[in-house]
């Protein structure tokens, strides 16, 4: 595609929301609706997505002119419109006419018609009807003046696809990448059990399995599959739209079938939903639980989106940031979820997603609907329809936007620390976790995002700013270290040989490695390493564990030596009993306990040029926040621009033609005082210079430096 209209959304950062006027009560109240968007300063709609059956009411049947008047008004007010293939959501002539296209369960179970997202979209059954309502949507729309761009189905992923059809592909899929069926029984460790097999129909099918590697080949399977279908989609798209239309979709990260590098690959821009908890979850001092489909504090609104930006980043054809395309507004979720923001929260959330890369900050959605599934999602306007405190602090970040605009136009977040990230890893987690839901006994089979969040959050609370490093997209150490003085790759279990390899030359280059539990325990076929764990890390490292604990209690744990001062604190959910093998490997911090005493919870190594520090357990907050201070303290990563940083403020950077900007964050519900320690402008106040400074409470600061 080429760049022409896409380039211009990186003139500055752009305010959107989703659109229904087929929801409302009264469509005829379109200009309104625009009026109001206009007076927000929302220059991007997302519609059509969702209504499949207002488009083909019946089987063939096409009802295309109702969007006409919404495109027209839009052009007319000067706002943009994302146009969406209606493909995740299928009417009900089409579920009762083919009941054999619902998807099929682990168990077994047909998926029921009567939310969304049954279907088997890797039919081609299925994939008929869906071309045909996609050619016929952008066909007759695909082309309007209005249309900057196209969304490709919707959160696609949700299910892991059982059908027999499925089943057999992935047996041919496995044989494909084996060979014959005796590497296979060797690979996947199948005399286990009496798994061995002789003939490639004797691949049972997932529902019943308990091989670790049959899992992980079987998740890589289905995101795949998922891919695919969006990349088809893509091919159809493209023939339909003008060449400087770009093409996404809206990635909801925590899909079971979701591969979101794999899915930017496919795409213009990577774009998804960014949703979070709002009042008292968003003060800074606040630990959410992590691992659900919203951020429940802060550090993982942050997170959320440095691994949003990630999604395509070493896509040459890229276009550079990313695109939320939902995020909330008055509240998210069903009634019992409903936490209307405070007072500047929105603000800071926008500013927030702006200040990791966002381009767009669309909100999900307009108006809260009156009817349906969804009917306490707190939309920018109430059930009455009325502009009211929402509209308006959505109005004034849109003035902010418009203030900021020149000094962040195609400026680029920085980034001190990397944070690796591994779908492999995520996927043998959740199919047998080394954590227990925090309470119960039961596994958490969100236990690597549990993982990789807490030590992003130390890096956070740290100052540190964090770019994600998929593992799929791993560069040479040369590049990693070029990119980030710090990395971080906890919870790295399901690795190969070359990305252990990798991060090891880092370190030997110069760079701070922290590696975080289990990673490198297991190989990249999801089998467990017959060698030293953790596998060529702990030879560089001057460390190994033979033993390992799912800890059914909090363990104390003490700094050994100077370098972490006196600090004590505890530990939770598992531990690798790390070993010093190396009279040069330094043990940070020891267990307080009559029997894990013996054991290190962290070691520290110089290794050539650089550092690396083992971590084998999950430190208390605090304590992984001065141990990732400790591994960055020499790493020459520049601060934040203010003297002695609040502990309730957050900065965060970009750096662009103009120079850099910072945006700082008072996450607090009390005001804090700020001295900037180097000459700064404040962006949202005509530039003007700015010495000691107040910043009121859950309010944002913008500054340049000068």
Not at 187 to 211: F, K, M
Not at 450 to 458: E, H, L, Q, S, T
Not at 636 to 659: D, F, Q
Request: aromatic content about 8%; hydrophobic content about 45%.
């Amino acid at each position: 595609m080429t760049v022409d209209r896409l380039s211009a959304w990186r003139r500055g950062p752009r305010l959107g929301t989703a659109y229904y006027n087929e929801y409302l009560p009264d469509p005829s109240r379109l200009e309104t609706d625009l009026r109001l968007m206009t007076d927000a300063g929302i220059t991007c709609i997302r519609v059509g997505e969702s209504v499949w059956s207002t488009w083909e009411p019946r089987d063939g049947e096409f009802d295309l002119e109702w969007m006409t008047p919404v495109l027209d008004g839009a052009a007319a007010h000067g706002i943009d419109v994302i146009l969406g293939t209606p493909t995740y959501a299928v009417p009900p002539w089409l579920a009762r006419k083919h009941p054999e296209l619902a998807v099929v369960r682990k168990d077994g179970e047909r998926v029921p018609w009567g939310g969304r997202q049954e279907v088997d979209y890797t039919s081609e059954l299925f994939r008929g009807y869906a071309e045909r309502v996609i050619r016929a949507v952008l066909g007759r729309h695909g082309r309007h003046p209005a249309v900057i761009g196209v969304q490709l189905d919707n959160e696609a992923g949700l299910h892991l696809i059982h059908n027999e059809h499925v089943v057999a592909r992935f047996r041919e899929w496995v044989a494909e990448r084996y060979g014959d069926v005796e590497t296979l029984n060797r690979a996947w460790g199948l005399a286990y059990w009496s798994h061995r097999i002789a003939d490639w129909d004797e691949l049972w099918a997932p529902g019943g399995n308990t091989t670790p590697a049959y899992d992980l080949a079987w998740r890589r399977f289905q995101a795949e599959l998922t891919a695919d279908f969006l990349g088809w989609q893509a091919g159809i798209a493209r023939e339909l739209v003008d060449e400087d239309v770009f093409l996404t979709t809206c990635i909801a990260y925590q899909r079971p079938a979701m591969d979101d590098v794999a899915v930017g690959a496919r795409l213009d821009i990577a774009s998804g939903n960014a949703y979070y908890l709002a009042q008292d979850a968003l003060d800074l001092s606040v630990e959410g639980g992590g691992g659900q489909w919203y951020a429940d504090d802060v550090p993982q609104l942050v997170l959320m989106a440095d691994r949003m930006r990630a999604t395509g980043f070493d896509r040459p054809d890229a276009q550079g940031g990313f695109l939320v395309t939902e995020t909330g507004a008055a509240s998210i979720g069903n009634a019992w979820l409903t936490r209307p923001p405070y007072d500047g929260q929105i603000a800071q959330a926008a500013w927030l997603l702006v200040a990791r890369g966002a381009r767009l900050v669309s909100y999900w959605h307009w108006h809260t609907l009156h009817s349906g599934h969804e009917v306490h999602w707190g939309g920018i306007l109430g059930h009455d329809l009325e502009p009211g405190r929402i509209h308006a602090e959505i109005a004034g970040i849109g003035r902010q936007f418009e203030a900021a605009a020149d000094w962040l136009a195609d400026a680029e977040p920085d980034a001190d620390v990397g944070i690796v990230y591994a779908h492999d890893s995520e996927w043998m987690m959740a199919f047998e976790p080394p954590l227990a839901v925090p309470g119960t006994e039961a596994p958490d089979r969100k236990a690597y995002a549990r993982i990789v969040g807490d030590f992003g959050r130390a890096a956070v609370d740290a100052g540190l700013q964090a770019g994600y490093v998929n593992e799929r997209q791993l560069p040479s150490a040369v590049e990693l270290r070029s990119r980030f003085p710090v990395l971080i790759a906890a919870g790295l279990i399901a690795a190969s040989d070359r990305t252990l390899e990798v991060l090891v030359e880092y370190a030997r280059l110069g760079g701070r490695l922290i590696v975080g539990p289990r990673t490198g325990y297991a190989d990249d076929q999801g089998r467990m390493r017959a060698g030293a764990a953790p596998a060529v890390i702990g030879e560089a490292a001057g460390v190994r564990y033979q033993e390992v604990a799912a800890l059914t209690a909090p363990v104390e744990v003490e700094a050994s030596g100077s370098r972490l001062g006196a600090i004590a604190g505890q530990v939770r959910g598992w531990m690798d009993a790390l070993e010093p093998t190396d009279p040069d490997a330094e043990v940070l911090l020891r267990f307080r306990h009559p029997h894990f005493g013996r054991w290190a919870a962290a070691v520290r190594r110089d290794v050539g040029e650089g550092v690396v520090t083992v971590v084998g357990t999950l430190l208390d907050r605090v304590t992984l926040r001065e141990l990732v201070a400790d591994a960055a303290a020499d790493a020459a990563v520049p601060g934040a621009p203010v003297i002695a940083r609040p502990r309730s403020v957050t900065a965060h950077s970009l750096n662009g033609p103009r120079g850099r900007v910072w945006v700082l964050h008072n996450w607090s519900g009390d005001a804090v005082e700020v001295t900037p320690d180097r000459t700064v402008v404040d962006v949202l106040n005509a530039s003007r210079a700015v010495a000691s400074t107040e910043v009121p409470a859950r309010s944002v600061a913008v500054w340049a430096e000068v």
